[in-house]
């Protein structure tokens, strides 16, 4: 499996931004998505996760009701939607995958900037 992240770019505080995550491999079957971030000398940690098994949507607290994640089961492809943007939320942005039938994380993407200006 996969995976490409796009998106990321400059913006200022407040603003909008919308990554993309196009999955390629596969061989059948349901999946769970996510997004983790790695802040600039920080850990890698966990954004948003979408549930293979029912599709249930999982956010951080640290950006709960200003980011949305989707996906498209057809195209396989995910989508954060990023509102409200705050200098905090300067990362490299990556779009994780696991195996058929699991929440685990097996597979990464190159990962995405996302700088925010205040």
């Known amino acids: 499996v996969q995976l490409q992240a796009s998106g990321g770019g400059l913006v200022q505080a407040g603003g909008s931004l919308r990554l993309s995550c196009a999955a390629s491999g596969r061989t059948g079957g349901a999946y769970g998505m996510a997004w983790f971030r790695r802040p600039p000398g920080k850990e890698r940690e966990f954004v948003a996760i979408i549930s293979w098994k029912d599709s249930a949507i999982t956010y951080s607290n640290s950006v709960k009701g200003r980011f949305t994640f989707s996906r498209d089961g057809v195209k396989d492809m995910a989508y954060l939607q990023m509102n409200s943007l705050r200098p905090e939320d300067t990362a490299v942005y990556y779009c994780?995958?696991?195996?058929?039938?699991?929440?685990?994380?097996?597979?990464w993407g190159a990962g995405t900037l996302v700088t925010v200006s205040s």
């Open positions: 994780a995958s696991g195996d058929a039938y699991t929440d685990a994380m097996r597979y």
